[in-house]
């Protein structure tokens, strides 16, 4: 490995609120409010482009729209589409509520998206017409240009990564790339409690340089974080669900030193790197060692970084 730097309610329904997101219960195609007008207060979904066809309209975020019917959330206003599930069928939309509406690729709040502001109205881009699985209401606006909403007691929600290879830079998802950054960091067969410290590693480095980076391209636009060992290896779509299962086990978690994030930084062994300062890198196969030996991971990474905390 080459040296790195890293850094509803009615009597027919029922819903769950969970963390923001709105989860179907049961017949979340019949549930009351959603009548196929775009009313005030509510973010809607046209079958065609241009805020055409049937329209399907909803009051808070779904993380899973359902495919087949009677169980998925369909179009119901006349026009074209009436009745077909909306998973990967809308082309549009309007957000009649006040708050900024983030329509996703994937289920679950996850994948590349597009952000709708309050009052807005358009089309799909082109990854997600046709490609949209879930959207949420977000509590406030989400980062533009060079800034982050994250501090060093709340992650930030994006982090720019510059793609090196396709030469731009593209707002990710903090957690997406976490996802997609520790499978081709750490071996995905390695005992879960290295792939923990691993997924603390990733988090704390690329949210360390979202707090403090001033990189910019060459041609001027800001990042955080490059997309290969100058950083971290990031690949989308490269998640697996035993790393990601590690990452959401301690996505609550952070490191800190001294009140701060602390930039972890690791390296394959404690003499592949020569920039290597004791207790400030991770040795990556030592954590499977030390996984192996029967140590945990918050040990782990009190062995190797000192003076740090680790806390929720």
């Known amino acids: 490995m080459p040296p790195r730097t890293v850094r509803l309610i009615s009597w027919l329904t029922a819903a769950m609120t969970l963390g923001g997101t709105v989860l179907a219960t049961a017949s979340p195609a019949s549930a009351a409010n959603r ?12 079958f065609n482009s241009n805020n055409q066809g049937s329209v399907s309209d909803f009051t808070g975020s779904i993380a899973d729209y359902a495919t087949k ?3 998925c959330y369909d179009f119901k206003g006349p026009g074209n589409g009436k009745g077909k599930c909306i998973k990967n069928a809308a082309a549009s939309v309007w957000n009649r509520s006040s708050k900024t509406v983030r329509v996703y690729y994937n289920t679950g709040h996850t994948g590349t998206y597009q952000d709708f502001a309050p009052g807005a109205k358009g089309n799909l881009n082109s990854t997600l017409k046709n490609q949209n699985a879930s959207h949420k209401l977000l509590s406030s606006a989400p980062p533009t240009g060079c800034k982050t909403d994250g501090t060093d007691t709340r992650l930030p929600t994006t982090i720019l990564v510059y793609r090196k290879s396709l030469n731009r830079v593209e707002r990710v998802a903090f957690k997406t790339y976490v ?17 923990r410290a691993g ?31 100058s950083s971290q290896v990031y690949k989308p779509g490269s998640a697996k669900a ?31 790197c020569g920039n290597w300062v004791n207790g400030d890198w991770m040795s990556q196969n030592g954590s499977r060692d030390k996984a192996r030996a029967g140590w945990s991971y918050s040990r782990i990474l ?11």
């Open 69 to 71: 019917q009677p169980s």
């Open 35 to 46: 009548d196929g007008i775009c009313q005030t207060g509510e973010f809607c979904y046209y």
């Open 242 to 272: 035993v790393t990601s299962a590690a990452v959401d086990a301690t996505w609550g978690t952070r490191l800190t030193r001294n009140g701060k994030i602390f930039r972890a930084q690791y390296c394959a062994t404690t003499t592949a």
């Open 199 to 229: 997924a603390m590693a990733v988090k704390n480095f690329g949210w360390y340089w979202a707090l403090h980076s001033n990189r910019k391209t060459a041609s001027g636009q800001c990042f955080d974080v490059y997309d290969h060992t």
């Open 179 to 195: 996802k997609n950054v520790l499978p081709n960091e750490w071996v995905s067969s390695w005992p879960s409690e290295s792939l």
């Open 302 to 312: 009190q062995h190797y970084y000192t003076g740090i905390v680790v806390s929720s």
